[in-house]
């Protein structure tokens, strides 16, 4: 595969940011200094690039383990029925190099995070208000369950909360 992931450079913010407000309402808006901080207190950032094109991030994710001081409503809910997990604050792929697994080599990359830190789920949200079905279906094919269901942002935004075991989706 002529893809390789590495962690999130300081130098890579500015495409990041490009990369996130380009897939809003899948995730959050940020501004630089909102992305930066949320950066500096994630416990991990990774990003997939082209091995002809290693500066150039195509997808990334920010991570969070347990008892990370933040204050995402959704970390919070999966913070009060869990103290080992691994939760996926957001993961975006730049449209034009959607469809090529890199979404796939971003969560191989998570499980496998996750499993070396021992704990025993990863966690994330997917909307469905506004309604996201291919990540949704994405998901499902990872082996993420729905767990629960919450309304944020003055019920604007519903999530489904999803989880998978860490000892390994089939598929991955």
């Not at 990041?16 to 994630?42: E, I, K, M, Q």
């Not at 999530?159 to 000892?167: G, Y």
Request: glycine share 8%; with cysteine.
């Amino acid at each position: 595969m002529p893809y390789s992931l590495r962690r999130l450079r300081p130098t890579d913010t500015d495409t990041v940011l490009r990369l996130n407000n380009a897939a809003v309402p899948a995730v959050n808006p940020h501004d630089a200094t909102s992305l930066t901080a949320l950066l500096a207190v994630s416990s991990q950032a990774l990003c997939v690039v082209h091995d002809a094109a290693p500066d150039e991030v195509l997808g990334f994710a920010v991570l969070f383990g347990a008892g990370a001081d933040y204050a995402s409503e959704n970390y919070r809910w999966f913070s009060a029925r869990s103290d080992a997990f691994l939760y996926v604050d957001r993961i975006v792929v730049s449209e034009t190099a959607r469809n090529q697994g890199l979404g796939r080599l971003l969560y191989t990359a998570i499980f496998a995070a996750a499993g070396e830190s021992e704990v025993g789920e990863v966690f994330c949200e997917v909307n469905v208000k506004p309604a996201n079905p291919g990540s949704l279906a994405f998901h499902s094919r990872l082996g993420f369950v729905p767990i629960g269901e919450q309304s944020t942002k003055g019920d604007t935004v519903v999530v489904s909360l999803l989880a998978a075991p860490v000892a390994g989706p089939g598929v991955l």
